[in-house]
């Protein structure tokens, strides 16, 4: 038998545990070209609040349907293998669904792991799992950021903020972070190694709190959030400027708010860009490469909140959703 958790009921709004329900049922067989894993790590990932949404689906995924697992990303060991690429005994990662077992035939961003000497496991589904790659795709190749330049970033707490704001760091940028609590915010300064965060607990006029952080404006945007904060960015740019969209957290759970503020992008010449981490794919052994050194000279750190077990994870997704959670999320 299968433990998996499917989606009890579209969301509306913001998500809740009940939304999700703990089931058991058989495990599909392991047919000819299709192998089976024994899921170990979990990743949730706020991106996927989209796809939850009665009605949704576009030309990335489909719409998660009532009575599906919900999709994920896991880290998993293949029990039973039907498929010659994928032997038993390798370590996978896959996009799948939240469950214990899984059958898989290679397809969906599905990579053999081969972990290097004293690395945890999970951090291949953090800082050097697509997590980290999306933030090294957004500073990199999108933002591009050059020493002495102000990079602010959204979401700054949470999985991809949390290394965008170390590689911006490195490149000798000044940094400035956007987050919801103070506490989170001291955080990110002593431990993440931010300049100066701005949290909407303390600081909820984020116009004149970013116009006293950074009064000669902002080089580098990276989004994680859309909305209200994007728009009051915009007004602060300064000319080429470049904005990165890696995400809309502030849009999944609630109304696409209007921008304003976007004819700022003609006057100040700024270019403004959204990506996909899979578009990079080619990329992902070098970048893995480049991540995976910092980690070892010590100029990146990987910042993870664990929950154990898959009953779990509704629990964490909403935490990480309601902005509760630091670092990468994983189950």
Known sequence: MNQAIVLSKHPVGKVTESDFQLVERPSPPCEEGFFR??????????GFRHWMEEGAGDNYLPGMQIGDPVQGVVIGEVIESCHSGY???CIVSARTAWEQFSVLDGTDLCNILTPADGVPLHQYMSTLGLTGMTAWVGIYRVGNPRAGETV????????????????????????????????????????????LVIDRETQPDLDNSLRDAVPEGIDVYFDNVGGHVLDT????????????????????????????NSYELVTKRVRMEGFMVTDHVEEFPAILKDLQNRL???????????????????????DMMHGASRGKCLV
């Open 152 to 195: 602010v970033i959204s979401a700054a707490g949470g999985a991809v903020g949390t290394v965008a704001g170390q590689l911006a760091k490195a490149e000798g940028c000044r940094v400035v972070g956007l987050t919801s609590t103070r506490s989170k915010a001291d955080w990110l300064v002593k431990d993440v190694g931010y300049d």
């Open 87 to 89: 032997p038993v005994g």
């Open 233 to 260: 960015v915009m007004a602060q740019l300064k000319e080429g400027a470049r904005i990165a969209l890696s995400g809309a957290i502030s849009e999944y759970e609630g109304p696409v708010e209007p921008l304003y």
């Open 37 to 46: 894993t024994k899921n170990m790590w979990l990743s949730l990932d706020a």
């Open 296 to 318: 070892a000279n010590g100029t990146l750190k990987s910042f993870e909140q664990i929950y154990s077990g898959l009953s779990e994870t509704p629990r964490a997704f909403c």
